[in-house]
């Protein structure tokens, strides 16, 4: 059904402007009004649309409150703008009228049960900007109190608000007006599939990483963020390469895959990976061309693929341990595991370009004095640069590719970086 705004379809008249008037005294939706006392007077739902329930279905969902059709908007589909965004059906899903004191408190019933019950570690939650923020902010303080009740560490709870663009204002807003801890860095996936999957030049990356500070917490919480990309809605990295680089050989999509991968485990986030990229798999869009079994395939159009490092197909399982990406980015983890500046570590960046090409970033042992210098190259030809180094960094060990064993003076380096590949030098002592 078309959507149906509150002007042309407001809460006191039934069916539009000249319905007959219904839900006498209700004062809408907005903050001031989101109280028990207001929501009692909102009695009827139907004005908008009138709710159909089919037969035998008026107890289909549980707990039995969700079948009151009071605690939906019923106002039509959303059309991704404007207040739809927030107020209309996801793709035909019934959306709740999330600013009514009783759906809120539904909701930490039911959520609060998942912790008391079973103990989880946190919560992705889906489509967190298609909410409205006040719910939020009543939502996670209640999860993470019921957690800490539980004698749950690190519970975590980070939102998903869909951003194509890699500078951060689009997400960071959620964590300042929503309050959300964390969301997923959208703009980390951007970023790196403008300057890995296709052309633009690393500045993009510096200005992904200035806007840190943006962030609810600043460039602390940033580092806090799950970083991704691939995912099974946009697609798999693999993917963005090819879309970007008709003609590519199988060979450069690979090498190009696993830099986005090094900077994944490597800079500043908490690394998502997603199934099936360690096993080559690629894709031939989003959402179900996104979403390959590991288990053997019989779907068509999954096995005709042409997968990453091996001559393998999806008609066969994908659980190879020796595969190139597989070993790599088992590589990267264990870096990561064994090096606390990968996980926890301030990041400096050191160098960029405004075509492909070098950047560099220094992460920052917050429990001793090592730094880690990480250089990628995002072009098809060798780079070597002097970069800036912390004064203190005199001696360098390879832990990745070759790194010169010393600084050419306080506070400059010396990096040479091969084509579509990466580097991490190690200076000082500490993990």
């Not at 839900?23 to 159909?52: C, I, K, M, V, W």
């Not at 050419?408 to 091969?418: E, F």
Request: aromatic share 10%; glycine share 10%.
């Amino acid at each position: 059904c078309p959507y149906r705004s509150h002007a042309e379809f407001p809460y006191e008249r039934r069916g539009g402007l000249g319905g007959e008037p219904i839900n006498s005294g209700f004062l809408g939706d907005d903050a001031p009004h989101q109280t028990a006392e207001n929501f009692a007077r909102l009695t009827r739902p139907d004005y908008a649309y009138t709710p159909y329930v089919p037969p035998g279905d008026e107890h289909l969902k549980v707990p039995d409150w969700l079948n009151d059709p009071i605690y939906y908007h019923n106002r039509g589909n959303s059309t991704f703008s404007g207040e739809s965004s927030t107020f209309g059906d996801f793709f035909g899903l019934d959306d709740l009228m999330t600013e009514n004191p009783r759906v809120l408190k539904g909701f930490i019933d039911i959520y609060g049960a998942w912790i008391d019950e079973y103990g989880i570690d946190g919560f992705r939650i889906d489509t967190a900007k298609h909410v409205n923020p006040e719910f939020w902010r009543a939502f996670v303080p209640a999860m993470l109190a019921r957690a800490k009740a539980r004698g749950i560490p690190n519970f975590h709870i980070f939102g998903e608000a869909h951003s194509e663009s890699p500078d951060a204002g689009p997400l960071a807003v959620h964590t300042r007006v929503d309050r959300l801890p964390a969301v997923l860095d959208f703009g980390f996936a951007a970023a790196v599939r403008a300057t890995v999957a296709s052309s633009q030049g690393t500045e993009v990356l510096t200005r992904l990483f200035e806007g840190d500070a943006l962030y609810e917490g600043g460039t602390g919480a940033a580092r806090q963020l799950p970083t991704f990309i691939s995912n099974h809605d946009d697609g798999r990295f693999a993917y963005f390469v090819r879309a970007a680089r008709p003609g590519i050989s199988a060979e450069e999509v690979l090498r190009r895959v696993l830099l986005a991968h090094a900077m994944l485990l490597t800079l500043r986030g908490v690394p998502v990976v997603y199934y099936g990229d360690e096993q080559g798999l690629s894709g031939r869009g989003g959402d179900q061309d996104a979403r390959q079994d590991m288990f053997a395939s019989r779907v068509a159009s999954y096995n005709s693929e042409r997968l990453l490092g091996t001559g393998g197909t999806t008609a066969h399982s994908s659980f190879n341990r020796e595969h190139p990406l597989y070993r790599a980015i088992a590589a990267l983890a264990a870096l990561r595991r064994r090096e606390s500046a990968l996980r926890r570590g301030a990041q400096q960046v050191r160098a960029d370009a405004a075509a492909p090409g070098l950047f560099a970033v220094s992460r920052l042992d917050p429990e001793g004095a090592r730094e880690l210098l990480i250089a990628f190259n995002t072009s098809t030809t060798p780079v070597s640069a002097q970069v800036s180094v912390e004064a203190a960094s005199g001696r360098f060990a390879s832990l990745v590719g070759a790194c010169e064993p010393a600084a050419s003076a306080p506070g400059s380096y010396h990096v040479s970086v091969p084509p579509l590949d990466y580097i991490v030098c190690a200076s000082g002592t500490g993990r």
